[in-house]
């Protein structure tokens, strides 16, 4: 039985895309290894660019806001 005033929360899953921009050189970052397959959000996720070899992490969006790295509006 669920306590009064309680709700269930459901966390999806989130899949990280295999590569991203750089924004430094414009190259191609691709992600790096990890025993995941799918994170949470909130999860950090890391990236190496083949052109520029910078590393990039970048944390997963939450569904509800679709942010991730970005700080709160008004911050």
């Given amino acids: 039985?669920?306590?009064?005033?309680?709700?269930?929360?459901t966390v999806t899953s989130v899949r990280a895309p295999e590569q991203i921009i750089c924004v430094d050189c414009g190259g191609t970052c691709h992600l790096l290894p990890h025993p995941e397959t799918e994170f949470q959000p909130g999860d950090p996720v890391a990236y190496r660019c083949s052109d520029c070899m910078d590393r990039w992490d970048i944390v997963m969006p939450d569904e509800d806001d679709g942010r991730g790295d970005m700080p709160p509006e008004g911050a």
């Avoid at 039985?1 to 929360?9: H, P, Q």
């Fill in 1 to 9: 039985m669920e306590a009064r005033g309680r709700r269930r929360t």
